[in-house]
């Protein structure tokens, strides 16, 4: 009984029950909850994935995506504007600043070779003045220093020598300022394309226009571009001390750019350059003769005579033929001290004797004697 007893009392009693009348309901059991349990099968949970309806509200973007979106995009519009900005070959929206720039480059590029152009042909106009100056200034130096010109004149081409210096001086520091500019190859060819280009338009406008003036600007344009591409000429300008610089660095530029003018005046200036200066020798050769015969050429008779005198550019040669007339017989001894007279001058060399004849005339009291002569003589060269 006891036992019976206890496990009547160990067995669940049945609730009490409600629902339909006459209907048994069934016992509710009670299971006691292990919380170690529960949390070990919630995490054995298999994962189910749930497919996507369409009529559930969808999801919101994280942030990091969207900034990463809008990055794009921003990066994707701003690659856009410098493509169509930078790119010389999109044209689309008409012209962009890499265009712009290349533009501007180029106008850059011809304007300075415009500026140098003209720097060279003020140069050519400034070697024009410098050249007419230049053959007075050494022909005035030359007669100064000559010892077969009188003293006044002397002075007076002193002066005019000193007047005309510095003027080319100035005119050597100007040219420095118009070349002292250092090119390189390509605006060389471009400058010299200008040139090019200008003389062209000169020689269209032939029978237009006046053909004498016309020539001249070719000429000078011409030398404006031989003088652009002779870095020799414009060194030797350059490296020439304007203040300090003596007759022979003048002279040098004087010579140099005669050379490459093709201007008519300094084709007259080189021709003058070369030329024989007729009148030193003619003072040179009256002077001998009257050191030989003190009453040569004056209303006195004298013992010598010249009947002709003629040079020769080609050969730089004089001939001199005379007559010498004594009554001592010392006609061969007057020739003689002539031909010594020459030799020893410093603007003649050596003197010949090519002819020689001896007459007597008159009575046995009042004997001459006459001889003919024929003399060539050459001229120094230092002096031509």
Do not use: C
């Amino acid at each position: 009984m006891a036992e019976e007893l206890k496990m009547a009392q160990a067995s669940p009693q049945p609730a009490s029950m409600t629902g339909v009348p006459g209907i048994p309901m069934a016992a509710k059991v009670v299971e006691k909850k292990n919380i170690f349990s529960e949390m070990f099968a919630a995490k054995k949970a298999p994962l189910v994935l749930k497919k996507d309806n369409p009529l559930e509200a969808p999801k919101k973007a994280k942030p990091g995506t969207i900034v990463l979106k809008v990055s794009l995009g921003i990066f994707v519009i701003i690659a856009g504007f410098f493509f169509t900005q930078l790119s010389t070959s999109f044209t689309i929206l008409g012209t962009n600043t890499a265009q712009k720039n290349a533009l501007a480059k180029v106008q850059v590029t011809n304007l300075q070779a415009e500026i140098t152009m003209e720097k060279h042909l003020n140069a050519v106009l400034l070697l024009e003045k410098y050249s007419k100056l230049g053959d007075e200034y050494f022909y005035y130096l030359k007669q100064s220093t000559s010892e077969y010109v009188s003293e006044n004149k002397k002075t007076e081409y002193k002066t005019k020598v000193d007047s005309i210096k510095p003027q080319m001086k100035e005119i050597v520091a100007a040219l420095q300022t118009d070349l002292g500019d250092v090119l390189t190859e390509e605006q060389k060819q471009l400058t010299v394309q200008k040139i090019t280009e200008a003389i062209d338009a000169l020689k269209a406008k032939t029978g237009q226009a006046d053909e004498q003036a016309i020539l001249s600007d070719i000429q000078d344009l011409e030398s404006t571009r031989k003088i652009l591409i002779d870095d020799a000429f414009k060194s030797a300008i350059n490296s020439t001390d304007s203040e300090k610089a003596a007759n022979d660095d003048l002279q040098k530029i004087l010579t140099a750019y005669n050379t490459i003018n093709q201007s008519v005046a300094s084709l007259i200036s080189s021709i003058e350059s070369k030329r024989i200066s007729w009148s030193t020798y003619l003072a040179g050769a009256e002077e001998i003769a009257k050191d030989i015969d003190p009453l040569f050429n004056t209303e006195f008779k004298g013992n010598m005579t010249v009947q002709s005198l003629d040079f020769s550019s080609d050969s730089a040669t004089m001939s001199v033929t005379g007559e010498t007339e004594t009554a001592d017989t010392k006609n061969f001894t007057l020739i003689s001290d002539l031909v010594d007279a020459f030799n020893a001058s410093s603007i003649f060399k050596d003197a010949e004797q090519r002819s020689f004849s001896k007459n007597e005339s008159g009575d046995e009291e009042a004997a001459n004697y006459s001889a003919s002569f024929q003399l060539t003589i050459s001229l120094e060269a230092e002096t031509q």
